[in-house]
Nanobody, 122 residues
Framework: VQLQASGGGLVQAGGSLRLSCAASGRTSRSYIMGWFRQAPGKEREFVSAVTWGGGSTAYGDSVKGRFTISRDIAKDTVYLQMNSLKPEDTAVYYC????????????????WGKGTLVTVSS
């Protein structure tokens, strides 16, 4: 499975961004897709995850109510809509794929894309 994340950038606090993760590979739809983020000096943190088939979702506590994950099956793409952004959301965001249902641990994800940087200014 190959993953390509995009959509990062610089935004002011309170603004919005949408990240995209394009998945490819013959078995990509058998995986659960997740987003993680890593701020400088901090551990990689779970953000959200979604199943391809039923659209079941999970969110980290710090983003609940502000971020929304979705998927476009026809495009093999997962999105992360980020609203009401805060400076503490600044991080490199990674998309990842897991065979385990909606897990929130880095170790449960098998494939990772290169990150995309999100910077939120105050």
């Amino acid at each position: 499975v190959q993953l390509q994340a995009s959509g990062g950038g610089l935004v002011q606090a309170g603004g919005s961004l949408r990240l995209s993760c394009a998945a490819s590979g013959r078995t990509s739809r058998s995986y659960i897709m997740g987003w993680f983020r890593q701020a400088p000096g901090k551990e990689r943190e779970f953000v959200s995850a979604v199943t391809w088939g039923g659209g079941s979702t999970a969110y980290g506590d710090s983003v609940k109510g502000r971020f929304t994950i979705s998927r476009d099956i026809a495009k093999d793409t997962v999105y992360l809509q980020m609203n009401s952004l805060k400076p503490e959301d600044t991080a490199v965001y990674y998309c990842a794929a897991s065979r385990l249902l909606l897990r929130q641990s880095v170790k449960d994800y098998d494939y990772w894309g290169k990150g995309t940087l999100v910077t939120v200014s105050s």
